[in-house]
C-alpha cells in the first residue's frame, strides 16, 4: 500500500511527459517502420505490403549510396574539425594566458571572443545559409569571390564545383557549431580544480603540456558528448544544404544527404512507403553510430 | 489589337479534330492506362456533379454554404483571388462565407486535409511543393470539370464555357482520363531579350544559328554573355530551352514520345543535337559562374545588360517589373533554325497554358468550387486578373483593351507569327517529377561540361526506363 502511494505519486508526475513523448515520438518512428513496409503514396486510403521490397530497392539505390557517402565524410570530418578547433579556442580563452597570481587566465581579450564565438550559434540555420549564399556566390559579387577578384585571381565556384561543394558547407558547418562547443568545453575546463594546473606549471609544464596531459584527459566526458552530438548533426544538415545547394543534390550529387532524399521521395515524388524505408534506414545508422562511439570511448571515470 | 487568346482559336478547328481522336477511340485507353500503375485496375470513383437547369446557377450552388479557396502565392501573389474572383463570388451569393487560403506550400498543407477529407473547396495547385494531380485523381479527390466547360458562360449564356477559352485548356484539362485540371494563364517561352538594347546597338535578333553565334562573338566582344540560365533554382529553364529546341528539330514528336516514355526517346538524333549546340554556346559565351545564381540573380544581370538572351517565360516581365530600368524592353525571340532542315520553321515558339486550379471532390461545397472556376473563367474575372498581374488569361479576347506591358505585346505578336508552329510543352514535368527532377540536376551537369551531350541522353533515358518499370508510379499517356 505504502509503496503504491509512492509510485503512484511518481508516475503521476511521469505520465504527461511519457504520453506526450509516445505520442508524438515514438508513435511516428513505428509508423514510419509501419510505413516502410508498404508501397503507400501518400494520397490513397488503401495501404499495400509490399514486405522489404523498399529494403531491397534502398541497397540498389545510387541516390542512397552516394547520401551514404556524403554521410560518411560528414562524420568523419564535422566532428573532428569542430572538436579540435573548439578544444584550441577553448584553451586559449581559458588557459592560454599561462598563470597569473592565484589560477589560470585565457588570453587577452578571451571574454569578447567567447561571446564573437557564440553568435554563429545564435542565428538560425536559415539564416545562416542565407548569408553564406552571399559569402560563396560564384561570380565577383561573391563575398569570397570579390577578395580573390582583388588579388586578379578567377573566381572559385565554391557550391558548384562537384569537389568544393561539400567541403564548402563542411566549412559552415564548423563555423557555426564551434561557438557552442568552446563555450561547452570552458565550462568543462572551469570544472578542472585549478591547483593541478598550478602544480604542474611549478613542475615546468608548457602549455602544450598543460593541454595534453592534464586538460585533454579530463575533459574527456566532455568531448565524448560532443562527439556523439556532432556526429548525429552529421547525419542532418537539412536546412543548411537545403538553402545553399538546393534540393537535387547539386552538383552531381556531391551534396545529396539522406534527409533531403527522404523529403523529396516522400513530399515530391509521392513514395511516403519508400522514403519511410529511408527513414528507417537512417534511424538505426544514427543508433549504431552513437551506440558505437559510446562502446569505444568508455573507459575508467577519473576522480577528481 | 491582336490577343493571343484569339490566335489560337485559328487552331481550333485542327484541335477539334485531335480532341475528336482522343475522345474517341483513345480514350478507353487513358482510362486504363490511369489506373494500371496503382495495381487494382478500378476505375477511378465517380466525381461528377449533377447539373442544374437554371443557366444563371448551373451547378446548383446552394447560396448559404461558405466556401473555402487555397491559392498558391507565387509570381501572381494572391490578390487577384482575394480582391477580384472572391468579390465576385460574393456579389453572385452575398450570403456566402468565403474563407481565402494564402500559401507557399500547397503540398505540405492541403494534402493532409485531402487525405483526411476536408479539404478547401477551389484549390490553385502550383509552385515547388505541388500536389500530384493523378495520384489525387485515382483517389477520387478531385471533382470532374466537364459540367464546367459544359456549362453557360457567364457572359454569354449561349455559348458553353468550353468555347470561350483556347483550346489548349480542353487538352490539359485531362489527368488520367477526365478533365480535372483547369489551366488558367497562358504564357510564351523561347528567348528573352532586351529589344532597346539591339535597337541601340543596331542589332537584329539571329534567325539561324550561325547568325547566334556571330552574335555571341561580336557580344563577347562588348563584355556581354550571348547567353545564360539561372543554374541554381531555375535549371529547368535550359531543361526546356533543351527539349524546345529538340522539337524544333525534330518536331513535337520528340517531346511526346519523352512524356510517353517510348523507349530510347532520349537517345533521339533532335535531342542530342539539341544538346550539343547549347552546350558549345554554353562553353564558347556563357559563364560558369551563373550555375551557382538564381533566377533572380540572374535576371537581374540581364536588366544590367550582361546577358543578350535568357530561356524562360512570359511572366518574366512582370516578375522583374519593379526592379526594370527604363532602358530595358522585354522581347521575345523564337530559338534560332538549327539545322537548316528544323521540322519546324522559323518563329516556332512555345506557348502553354498554366496555373492549375482544381476543385476538391470531398469537398463541402464542390458545386460552388465549380462556380467559383467559373467565375474566373468570365471575361470580367479574367480581365481584372490580367489588369492586377500583368499575365494574359486563358479566356479569349478578355485582354481586349487593357494595357499589356511591351513585352507581353511582344509575345502576342510572335505567336501571331509562330501561327501554327507551335512548340508543345513537356508534360513529364507534372506527371513524373522525379524524372524531371533528375533532369534538371543532369542540365547543369552537362552544360558544366562534366558529361557529354550523348552522356546526358544516356542518363536521361536510364531514368525514364526506370521510371516506366516503377509500379508505383501512375503512368500517363498523350497523342498531341
Request: aromatic share 10%; proline share 5%; hydrophobic share 45%.
Amino acid at each position: 500500500m505504502e509503496r503504491l502511494r509512492r509510485y503512484g505519486f511518481v508516475a503521476g508526475f511521469l505520465a504527461v511527459p511519457l504520453t506526450l513523448y509516445t505520442v508524438f515520438v515514438i508513435s511516428p518512428y513505428v509508423q514510419a517502420f509501419q510505413l516502410s513496409l508498404t508501397s503507400w503514396n501518400g494520397y490513397s486510403s488503401i495501404v499495400r505490403y509490399v514486405g522489404l521490397d523498399n529494403f531491397g530497392r534502398l541497397l540498389a539505390d545510387e541516390v542512397f549510396w552516394r547520401a551514404l557517402r556524403n554521410h560518411g565524410i560528414l562524420l568523419l570530418v564535422l566532428p573532428l574539425a569542430t572538436i579540435v578547433i573548439a578544444l584550441l579556442f577553448a584553451f586559449l580563452l581559458n588557459l592560454g594566458g599561462g598563470p597569473r597570481g592565484a589560477g589560470m587566465r585565457g588570453v587577452w581579450g578571451s571574454k569578447f571572443y567567447r561571446v564573437v564565438f557564440f553568435f554563429p550559434q545564435v542565428l538560425a540555420v536559415a539564416v545562416v545559409g542565407v548569408l553564406f549564399q552571399a559569402v560563396y556566390r560564384p561570380d565577383e559579387d561573391g563575398v569570397v569571390n570579390g577578395v580573390l577578384a582583388r588579388f586578379g585571381l578567377e573566381p572559385v565556384g565554391w557550391l558548384i564545383e562537384p569537389d568544393l561543394a561539400l567541403w564548402s558547407i563542411i566549412a559552415v558547418m564548423v563555423w557555426q557549431a564551434v561557438g557552442f562547443y568552446v563555450v561547452l568545453f570552458s565550462a568543462g575546463m572551469a570544472a578542472i580544480p585549478k591547483d593541478y594546473f598550478e602544480a604542474a606549471a611549478l613542475d615546468g609544464a608548457g602549455r602544450l603540456r598543460l593541454f595534453f596531459s592534464i586538460t585533454l584527459p579530463l575533459l574527456r566526458d566532455t568531448v565524448q558528448v560532443g562527439w556523439i552530438y556532432l556526429g548525429i548533426a552529421a547525419f542532418d544538415g537539412f536546412a543548411l544544404i537545403q538553402v545553399l545547394a538546393g534540393d537535387k543534390g547539386e552538383p552531381d550529387g556531391a551534396t545529396t544527404i539522406l534527409p533531403i532524399t527522404i523529403y523529396n521521395t516522400a513530399f515530391s515524388y509521392q513514395k511516403v512507403g519508400y522514403a519511410s524505408a529511408m527513414g528507417v534506414a537512417l534511424f538505426f545508422l544514427t543508433v549504431t553510430f552513437a551506440v558505437l562511439t559510446l562502446r569505444t570511448t568508455r573507459r575508467e571515470r577519473v576522480e577528481l | 489589337m491582336t490577343h493571343p487568346g484569339e490566335i489560337t482559336r485559328r487552331q481550333l478547328i485542327r484541335r477539334i479534330g485531335m480532341t475528336a481522336l482522343v475522345a474517341g477511340p483513345g480514350a478507353g485507353l487513358l482510362g486504363a492506362c490511369a489506373t494500371a500503375g496503382t495495381g487494382g485496375g478500378e476505375p477511378a470513383p465517380a466525381t461528377s456533379l449533377p447539373a442544374s437547369a437554371n443557366p444563371k446557377n448551373p451547378f446548383g450552388v446552394d447560396a448559404k454554404k461558405p466556401l473555402e479557396v487555397a491559392i498558391f502565392s507565387g509570381a501572381y501573389g494572391d490578390a487577384y483571388a482575394k480582391d477580384l474572383h472572391e468579390k465576385l463570388y460574393k456579389q453572385t451569393f452575398p450570403e456566402a462565407a468565403i474563407t481565402h487560403t494564402a500559401t507557399q506550400e500547397i503540398g505540405t498543407q492541403l494534402r493532409p486535409r485531402l487525405v483526411a477529407g476536408d479539404p478547401p473547396d477551389v484549390i490553385n495547385n502550383s509552385g515547388p511543393k505541388s500536389m500530384d494531380l493523378a495520384a489525387l485523381a485515382a483517389e477520387g479527390h478531385l471533382a470532374d470539370l466537364a459540367p464546367l466547360f459544359d456549362a453557360p458562360s457567364i457572359d454569354d449564356p449561349a455559348k458553353k464555357v468550353r468555347d470561350t477559352v483556347t483550346p489548349a485548356v480542353l487538352t490539359n484539362a485531362n489527368v488520367t482520363g477526365k478533365d480535372l485540371v483547369l489551366n488558367y494563364t497562358v504564357s510564351h517561352r523561347a528567348l528573352w531579350y532586351n529589344a532597346k538594347l539591339f535597337a541601340d546597338k543596331g542589332w537584329t535578333v539571329p534567325t539561324t544559328w550561325e547568325e547566334f553565334t556571330a552574335l555571341g562573338e561580336t557580344a563577347k566582344g562588348e563584355g556581354i554573355l550571348l547567353f545564360a540560365y539561372p543554374g541554381q533554382k531555375g535549371p529547368y529553364y535550359q531543361l526546356w530551352n533543351v527539349l524546345y529546341t529538340a522539337a524544333k528539330i525534330g518536331g513535337n514528336q520528340v517531346i511526346l514520345d519523352i512524356d510517353n516514355l517510348v523507349d530510347n526517346a532520349w537517345n533521339a538524333e533532335p535531342m542530342k543535337r539539341a544538346v550539343t549546340v547549347w552546350v558549345d554556346v554554353q562553353t564558347k559565351y556563357g559563364d560558369k559562374a551563373y550555375f551557382g545564381l538564381d533566377h533572380t540573380q540572374t535576371q537581374i544581370k540581364q536588366l544590367q545588360n550582361k546577358v543578350l538572351f535568357y530561356p524562360v517565360g512570359s511572366w518574366i516581365e512582370n516578375e522583374m517589373a519593379k526592379d526594370k530600368p527604363k532602358d530595358f524592353e522585354y522581347a521575345i525571340a523564337p530559338i534560332p533554325e538549327v539545322t537548316g532542315s528544323d521540322q519546324m520553321p522559323y518563329g516556332a515558339i512555345q506557348v502553354g497554358v498554366g496555373e492549375n486550379f482544381v476543385v476538391a471532390a470531398k469537398g463541402k461545397n464542390p458545386q460552388g468550387g465549380l462556380e467559383y472556376l467559373r467565375i474566373m473563367l468570365s471575361k470580367e474575372g479574367a480581365r481584372s486578373f490580367t489588369e492586377l498581374t500583368k499575365n494574359v488569361t486563358v479566356v479569349n479576347g478578355a485582354a481586349e483593351g487593357v494595357d499589356l506591358p511591351a513585352g507581353l505585346m511582344s509575345a502576342a505578336r510572335a505567336q501571331d507569327k509562330a501561327g501554327q508552329n507551335i512548340i508543345t510543352e513537356a508534360r513529364f514535368e507534372g506527371w513524373y517529377k522525379e524524372l524531371f527532377d533528375y533532369g534538371t540536376e543532369q542540365i547543369n551537369v552537362v552544360m558544366a561540361g562534366r558529361i557529354t551531350p550523348e552522356e546526358f541522353c544516356a542518363n536521361m533515358q536510364k531514368k525514364a526506363d526506370a521510371v516506366k518499370r516503377d509500379e508505383s508510379v501512375t503512368k500517363q499517356t498523350r497523342s498531341q
